[in-house]
T-cell receptor
Framework: NAGVTQTPKFQVLKTGQSMTLQCAQD?????MYWYRQDPGMGLRLIYY???????DKGEVPNGYNVSRLNKREFSLRLESAAPSQTSVYFC?????????????FGSGTQLSVL | RKEVEQDPGPFNVPEGATVAFNCTYS??????FFWYRQDCRKEPKLLMS???SGNEDGRFTAQLNRASQYISLLIRDSKLSDSATYLC????????????FGQGTELSVKP
């Protein structure tokens, strides 16, 4: 099993460009998440999806859209990238959104917006 | 005030030392917390869960103090391989109880 797979691993964008970060999990988990990590800030939740067909905003959703394509895949889209979106992005999944659930993370995407 | 707050460190300790980190939280209704370990900006991995009175796993002990609203992580007999960033995670009341990460505490264990 691959676990949680994110693509791409690295990306450089110019301000105003758009892109989609892809995430897929093969553990049959119901819940999926997108986080960003900035120096000194820990991980901040952007969006999450409790189950296929549902999505909800997290702590920092502005400037992002998500799509839960099916149970396996949860994509994050930047419609018009800004330098403030330079960050490391992590996708994660868990069986449910219960507070006792272990999160499984992808290896991350390092995004730079110039 | 952040909902989950940690001392970012860095904590520099010699091999074999005992080191403790604290993490404070704002949501007084919280009942479950976690410690994750993160190496060099790689993905975080679950280290320990913390419920009620605490949890122990080998050299690692995690405790919850509800009265003072903090959790702690104690590492005994530190190894070089313990060098990492330790992330405290707990429920946030501003996000419908969704898990909130602290900013992380950096530990460096020296020979």
């Amino acid at each position: 099993n691959a676990g949680v797979t994110q693509t791409p691993k690295f990306q450089v964008l110019k301000t105003g460009q758009s892109m989609t970060l892809q995430c897929a999990q093969d553990m049959n988990h119901n819940s999926m998440y997108w986080y960003r990590q900035d120096p000194g800030m820990g991980l901040r939740l952007i969006y999450y999806s409790a189950s296929e067909g549902t999505t909800d905003k997290g702590e920092v959703p502005n400037g992002y859209n998500v799509s839960r394509l099916n149970k396996r895949e949860f994509s994050l889209r930047l419609e018009s990238a800004a330098p403030s979106q330079t960050s490391v992005y992590f996708c994660a999944s868990s069986v449910t959104t219960g507070l006792n659930e272990k999160l499984f993370f992808g290896s991350g995407t390092q995004l730079s917006v110039l | 005030r952040k909902e989950v707050e940690q001392d970012p460190g860095p904590f520099n300790v010699p091999e074999g030392a005992t080191v403790a980190f604290n993490c404070t939280y704002s949501n007084s209704a919280s009942q479950s917390f976690f410690w994750y370990r993160q190496d060099c900006r790689k993905e975080p991995k679950l280290l320990m869960s913390v419920y009620s009175s605490g949890n122990e796993d080998g050299r690692f002990t995690a405790q919850l103090n509800r009265a003072s609203q903090y959790i702690s992580l104690l590492i005994r007999d530190s190894k070089l391989s313990d060098s990492a960033t330790y992330l405290c995670v707990g429920p946030g009341y501003n996000q419908g109880g969704k898990l909130i990460f602290g900013q992380g505490t950096e530990l460096s264990v020296k020979p």
